[in-house]
């Protein structure tokens, strides 16, 4: 027995060891002051890139071991917090900015250089060499300019550490990443890998690349598609070689791979995805601590343990998956009904001051979930089995932290929205009712799936409807009375994935359509309503499923 004990104690330390990973460092108070550089709305290789770059690259330095530097991005930003953040920090915080002029970077360098050692010059003529500079930047502690920012650089005491003018002509990306590895692996990170992806040809937004260079991330948009065999054969080596359950932060490239394809590979590895390449200031935010008083706590509108009764009526919960910085928060309607909010549950580590931003800003309508899949965003399906349980162990703390009790779960490495499946295989959802004992339910899928279950009051429910952007207010009003009609039973549970910029306006008007009398309801009370009357048929993934592993 005591050898059973003492093993039963190395295992719970060995798992704890394996979800470990060293936390950025956060104040103990936030700054008394900062400033603040206004980017120009021009991200354009032949535009205004030089410049971001640089800035970029200057804040990534001098927030190394301070938050001194916090970027204000364009008004379309994808990320529509940065403003909102700048009050929030003004008011709770105390914090007071500075604010330069529009991509000053003479200013910038003027405050800042002092933290840099020197500066790594990027090829005009190849777009690639800007991500092989934030590598380098981050390794040699210097700031990135283009041939042209040269001048600049020296004006401000900084000398060249690494000329990349000349040597990636006439190479593809397979040959200028691997001469990168070469050159800098040794000396980055091996708890963050940054994906500078997203947008592809003459645009590039590497809001993240602050946090890789603060980190000494390799930076890359290796390919994930099979397509390209030397892209994906060398990134697969990348991702063998980080530390077990580690961070990706970033996203893939739109003009090589999907996110599927992308986002499985990281599950097949183990690792944590966190998107996306254009999420800003983490280098800055990373570091705010969480107010003195505040505590997380979510807006539960039942007990963990009440039980309700579902009466013969339509229910409909509405969730927003696609985080709360690049949906609809800052958007007239929030509070008008009940709303979920899919939660990046990493950002308790990467980006604190943003989740309270949103915990304090709460209206009594809006309700949290915790997501996608676990302790980052991850397909399940493509988790090796002894590798969930540990991540899952991180989830599971995370959830506790931020007062979360429902699980929600995505997964495309089998398909998408259009094609394959989306669906869960029952030896999966039994590890999830297993690792999330405390979970009042789980949510799957993103488009519609029909993967559904109910354990001992805890039910499983997946999509019934997918809102998309485009998407008129009167047609997806006749789906969800189409969906009324093909499902007759009452108690009928309908739950509607709500994507990105629709608003919850748009969300309202379309109920308010609908011919037979609806209940809109808190997602925890849908989950415990649907509890207590299963008219939905148990059912995960089957094998004559299709399957597409390149969604």
């Known amino acids: 027995m005591r050898k059973i004990f003492c093993f039963l104690l190395l295992a719970t330390a060995t798992a704890a060891l394996a979800v470990a990973q060293p936390a950025p460092k956060r104040l103990d108070s936030p700054p008394a002051e900062a400033t603040i550089i206004p980017l120009s709305e021009n991200w354009r290789m032949d535009g205004d890139i ?48 500075t604010r330069l002029g529009l991509n000053d970077a003479d200013a910038a360098l003027g405050l800042f250089a002092q933290h840099a050692k020197g500066y790594v010059v990027w090829d005009r003529a190849v777009r690639t060499s800007v991500n092989v500079a934030f590598t380098a930047a981050g390794v040699l502690d210097a700031v990135v300019v283009s041939e042209e920012l040269i001048p600049l650089a020296e004006k401000h005491g900084l000398k060249m550490v690494e000329d990349l003018r000349g040597i990636f002509r006439g190479k593809n990306d397979f040959e200028i990443y691997s001469w990168a590895v070469d050159k800098y692996w040794d000396r980055c990170s091996r708890d963050y890998y940054a994906v500078l992806g ?30 390209h065999p030397d892209e994906l054969g060398l990134l697969k ?22 996110e599927g394809q992308h986002t499985t590979l990281t599950g097949n590895f183990g690792l944590k ?5 254009n999420l800003p200031n983490v280098s800055f935010t990373c570091q705010i601590p969480l107010s003195p008083d505040f505590k997380f706590a979510n807006n539960h509108s039942v007990a963990r343990d009440e039980k309700l009764t579902a009466e013969p009526k339509v229910y409909i919960a509405a ?12 958007k007239p309607g929030r509070g008008e009904i009940p709303y979920g909010w899919q939660v990046l549950m990493g950002w308790l580590r990467l980006n604190p001051v943003a989740l ?7 209206s009594p309508n809006d309700y949290f979930v915790g997501g996608l899949s676990g302790p980052g965003y991850m397909y399940p399906k493509s988790i090796p089995a002894d590798k969930f349980p540990a991540l899952m162990a991180d989830a599971r703390e995370l959830m506790a932290a931020l007062d979360l009790r429902v699980m929600e779960i995505m997964d495309y490495s089998e398909g998408n929205r259009h094609v394959g499946n989306t669906e869960l295989p029952k030896e999966l959802v039994d590890r999830y009712y297993e690792q999330f004992p405390d979970a009042i339910g789980f949510i799957n899928g993103y488009g519609t799936a ?34 009324m009609q093909l499902n007759p039973q009452r108690p009928y549970f309908l739950l509607m994935h709500v994507r990105e910029s629709n608003t919850i306006e748009k969300v309202r008007n379309i109920f308010g359509r609908l011919s037979e009398e609806v209940e809109v309801v808190p997602l925890d009370v849908f989950l415990k309503l649907a509890a207590s009357n299963q008219t939905y048929q148990t059912r995960y993934q ?10």
């Open 542 to 551: 089957q094998p004559d499923d299709p399957i597409d592993h390149n969604p």
């Open 273 to 277: 995805m966190e998107g996306l390449h």
């Open 450 to 483: 029909r993967t559904f279950d109910l354990r001992d009051g805890r039910p499983m429910i997946s999509y019934d409807y997918y809102l998309d952007v485009a998407r008129p207010v009167d047609e997806a009003a006749a789906d969800l009375e189409e969906l």
């Open 198 to 227: 997203g947008h592809a040809g003459m645009e590039m937004q590497p809001g993240v690349a602050d946090f890789a260079i603060m980190k000494r991330a390799f930076c890359a948009d290796l390919s994930a598609n099979p397509k």
């Open 319 to 330: 969730l927003a998956t696609d985080s709360m910085g690049i949906g609809t928060w800052t």
């Open 237 to 258: 080596q990348l991702l063998a070689r980080q530390n077990p359950t580690s961070t990706v932060i970033g996203w893939h490239s739109y003009g090589k791979d999907t």
């Open 356 to 362: 309270q931003f949103f915990y304090e800003d709460k």
């Open 50 to 97: 030089p410049t971001n770059v640089l800035l970029i690259s200057l804040q990534g330095l001098a927030n190394r071991d301070y938050p001194r530097v916090y970027l204000e991005y364009p008004t379309h930003w994808q990320w529509e917090t940065v403003r909102p953040l700048v009050t929030f920090m003004e008011r709770r915080h105390g914090t007071k900015f």
